[in-house]
């Protein structure tokens, strides 16, 4: 029973960070490469888990994984020391650095320990690699927090985390107006995207992450919670969306909210963050976003709806969705973003 839990949560989290942040702009993913040495350094931290190894050779090399959070999760915190005798499953970088994405991980002859679940499908489907992993019986990290007495099946009011491999999904190609196509060829992941300052991105894309996020009451409001970025939301539940008019624009922007049965409908905007997406999608404070959420029959997955008014970026409305599950016992960690872009 363990290891099927175990394997549901993996495909649960296996959105890997860098399908946010464009993988091949950085490293070389037309084919897999093994990376052996000896640990000089290690750093669990988010975004990204950073090990520094010292190959046989003398070079020094730099290991990005998962974040600190999910290798949490996985029961892998700490996984390796210096000193240790490592090898590394991945991409070397595109750019001529000594720089390495890894999916797993070996240690002492081990098995591969996949320490970056979403990277590891990729590998798969890309490459059809054959990891030679070992399924253990691993306690899946939690402990208590405050939401845990909502943690009911009949309340919205619990931690959620995002199902599904690919984010947020459209049913049909997104109708990009000529504006937003030719900023988005002009992106440069590079150099453009605020990521890789720890600069926390605003709405829509907050909620376009593979950590938990939560819902609680606050007064007479409701406060989304999520992990990533540790960023709030405010759903003013006796509010209008004309009184943004009167606001400054905000990252989340001015949310307003209510309840028809037993969905939530909150309709969104007045928000400063200038980026649809990762990709440099561009938005304005007019935007209004409409949003739904709503259980599924067994009241253990958060469906969530969106669709988005935003003439300059698209050539008509926008309709966006994805699922979240409930996951009992689940917590929500601080993210604390370090990154030092080289």
Known sequence: MKKLLL?????????????HHATGSFFDMSKPVIL?????????????????????????????SAPVNRLQRLGYDGIAQVGDSVSFIGVSSSLGR????AAAMRKDGSADMIIDPGFANQMRRR????????????????ASNSYSESNTVDSIFRIWTAGGAMGMSSPSPLPYSALAIAAREAWDPIIDDPALDCIPPGMPVTVDTPFPMAFREEGENIIQQFEQWDAIRMFHMNGDLSDADSLEPSLQGYSVGRWEEDMLLVETTNISWPYFDEYGT????????E??????????TLKW?????????????????????????????PYNCEFERD
Request: charged content about 25%; aromatic content about 14%.
């Open 305 to 333: 709806e969106a669709t988005i008014n935003e003439p300059h970026a698209f050539d008509s409305p926008v309709t966006l969705a994805r699922d979240y599950q409930w996951i009992p016992g689940e917590e929500l960690k």
């Open 7 to 19: 394997t549901f949560f993996l495909l649960l989290i296996s959105n890997s960070n860098y399908s």
């Open 127 to 142: 490459f059809d690699y054959q990891f030679n992993e070992e399924v253990e019986d691993r306690n899946y990290q939690n």
């Open 291 to 300: 949003e739904k959420f709503s259980f599924d029959q067994n009241n253990d």
């Open 98 to 101: 000594n720089d390495f994405l």
């Open 36 to 64: 052996s040495g000896v640990m000089v350094e290690t750093r669990y931290i988010n975004p990204h888990v950073k090990f520094l190894i010292e190959t046989s050779d003398g070079e020094i090399w730099e290991i990005e």
């Open 282 to 289: 561009p938005q304005t404070e007019n935007m209004i976003i």
